[in-house]
Every structure is written in structure tokens, then in C-alpha cells.
């Protein structure tokens, strides 16, 4: 079985009838919706909050039904993915570009579930670009300012022209050796004026699953 389809199957064991549940973003977050999508088509009864346009239309598709974000103070479970995690639950979030949603529908989970392959699993953030959500108005002074945090920012682009997030904001994938503060890191950003938010999620996830090659998807809880 695909790592990713093990890892978001085995989330979906989590959610029970009657909860609220945020629904993430990107390949593996996928598979747990597919599977949550059947548990409802055989009667699980839950409500689901997507985090981007294409995760709402996912669950459309598949049955689920929908609450806005609006109407909710407190969710259940979140169930999302990680472009990379630290065994102390440190998270870089954002390669799917729907970070600022998924941080915000984190941030009111009772329990937050990241689901990722062996491959995201690392000892130091940084290898992978951190992903940063600023204004498009003067979008490269906020990047001029961003640099002087030792990164090279580099404006994220889809079809030849900038990628506009679902708030109708930039992203611009932040190039660092190592991130060893994430905390502090995490604090400069978001101080930067023209910032929205950074894909670090700091002491907000509480279940990491790993799928793997033998045997069951791994657990880990903080």
C-alpha cells in the first residue's frame, strides 16, 4: 500500500460519529479524506472543515457535509499533512500553498493529526523551503525584509506567473541552511510587516503518523 494512503487511512480511525473535523490539504491529507468519504457513505456521521478550495471540493465530491469556519469556535480532530516533522512534533507547513488555513483550522483543534511518509521525517527543519504568506502590495519590500533573516526568498510562481493563495495573497519558499530557533524564527516572521503567516506550526501538533513500509503506520503522540 502507498505510504501516504497508510498513514491517512489510519487518521481516519481517529474521527467518531458526531465530530467536527478539519480536513487538510496536499497528497496525503488526500487519503484521508477518500477514507473518511466511505465511513460517511456507510453511515459515520461528521462535519468537516476544509482548509482550501480544493480540499472542499474534495469532500463534496465525496459526501461529506460542510460547516464554514465562521460557524465554529472549536473542532475536534484536524487531520493534515507536513513537508516536514521533527520527532519533538516541530512542523514546516504550506508546500500546497493553503498554510494560513490550515494553521488557523490547527489552532482550534482539540487534537491535531499530521499525517506524512518516512520521507518528511527529519532531525532539523529547513531542508525543505519554508513557505510565507505576505501581501501582494509591495510584496518585494516584505521579501527584501524577510532576507534579513539569512534566507534566500524566492517568490512561488504557477503557470508562469506569481501563485495567489486562496486569500488572494503571495507565497514566497524561504531557502534556509537550518532553522534552529523555530521558535523565535516563528516570532520574527510574522512581526515582518506585510506578512500573513509562516508554515512553521510550533507546539501544535499532537499525533504524528508515519507510514511504512512493514507492518501498520507508525504513531507517534507528543
Same mark, same amino acid.
Given at each position: 500500500?502507498?505510504?501516504?494512503?497508510?498513514?491517512?487511512?489510519?487518521?481516519?480511525?481517529?474521527?467518531?460519529?458526531?465530530?467536527?473535523?478539519?480536513?487538510?490539504?496536499?497528497?496525503?491529507?488526500?487519503?484521508?479524506?477518500?477514507?473518511?468519504?466511505?465511513?460517511?457513505?456507510?453511515?459515520?456521521?461528521?462535519?468537516?472543515?476544509?482548509?482550501?478550495?480544493?480540499?472542499?471540493?474534495?469532500?463534496?465530491?465525496?459526501?461529506?457535509?460542510?460547516?464554514?469556519?465562521?460557524?465554529?469556535?472549536?473542532?475536534?480532530?484536524?487531520?493534515?499533512?507536513?513537508?516536514?516533522?521533527?520527532?519533538?512534533?516541530?512542523?514546516?507547513?504550506?508546500?500546497?500553498?493553503? $498554510? %494560513?488555513?490550515? #494553521?488557523? !483550522?490547527?489552532?482550534?483543534?482539540? +487534537?491535531?493529526?499530521? /499525517?506524512? =511518509?518516512?520521507?518528511? &521525517?527529519?532531525?532539523?527543519?529547513?531542508?525543505?523551503?519554508?513557505?510565507?504568506?505576505?501581501?501582494?502590495?509591495?510584496?518585494?519590500?516584505?521579501?527584501?525584509?524577510?532576507? $534579513? %533573516?539569512?534566507? #534566500?526568498? !524566492?517568490?512561488?510562481?504557477?503557470? +508562469?506567473?506569481?501563485? /495567489?493563495? =486562496?486569500?488572494?495573497? &503571495?507565497?514566497?519558499?524561504?531557502?534556509?541552511?537550518?532553522?534552529?530557533?523555530?521558535?523565535?524564527?516563528?516570532?520574527?516572521?510574522?512581526?515582518?510587516?506585510?506578512?500573513?503567516?509562516?508554515?512553521?506550526?510550533?507546539?501544535?501538533?499532537?499525533?504524528?503518523?508515519?507510514?511504512?513500509?512493514?507492518?501498520?503506520?507508525?504513531?507517534?503522540?507528543?
Amino acid at each position: 500500500m502507498d505510504l501516504k494512503r497508510k498513514a491517512g487511512e489510519k487518521a481516519a480511525k481517529y474521527v467518531e460519529d458526531g465530530m467536527i473535523v478539519g480536513l487538510g490539504t496536499g497528497s496525503t491529507a488526500y487519503w484521508a479524506i477518500l477514507k473518511l468519504g466511505e465511513l460517511v457513505a456507510d453511515g459515520l456521521n461528521i462535519k468537516g472543515i476544509p482548509t482550501s478550495k480544493n480540499t472542499e471540493e474534495l469532500a463534496q465530491k465525496l459526501g461529506i457535509p460542510m460547516l464554514k469556519m465562521s460557524e465554529v469556535n472549536k473542532i475536534d480532530v484536524a487531520i493534515d499533512g507536513a513537508d516536514e516533522a521533527t520527532a519533538n512534533f516541530a512542523l514546516i507547513k504550506g508546500g500546497g500553498g493553503a $498554510l %494560513l488555513r490550515e #494553521k488557523m !483550522i490547527a489552532s482550534i483543534a482539540k +487534537q491535531f493529526i499530521v /499525517v506524512i =511518509d518516512p520521507s518528511k &521525517y527529519v532531525e532539523r527543519l529547513g531542508q525543505f523551503p519554508l513557505p510565507v504568506e505576505i501581501i501582494t502590495f509591495g510584496w518585494e519590500i516584505t521579501s527584501s525584509q524577510i532576507s $534579513l %533573516l539569512g534566507c #534566500k526568498p !524566492i517568490l512561488r510562481r504557477g503557470n +508562469q506567473a506569481p501563485f /495567489v493563495t =486562496d486569500n488572494g495573497n &503571495y507565497i514566497v519558499d524561504c531557502y534556509f541552511d537550518s532553522i534552529v530557533d523555530r521558535d523565535g524564527m516563528n516570532t520574527a516572521l510574522n512581526s515582518i510587516p506585510g506578512v500573513v503567516e509562516n508554515g512553521l506550526f510550533v507546539d501544535m501538533a499532537d499525533v504524528l503518523i508515519i507510514g511504512r513500509e512493514n507492518g501498520d503506520a507508525e504513531v507517534l503522540s507528543f
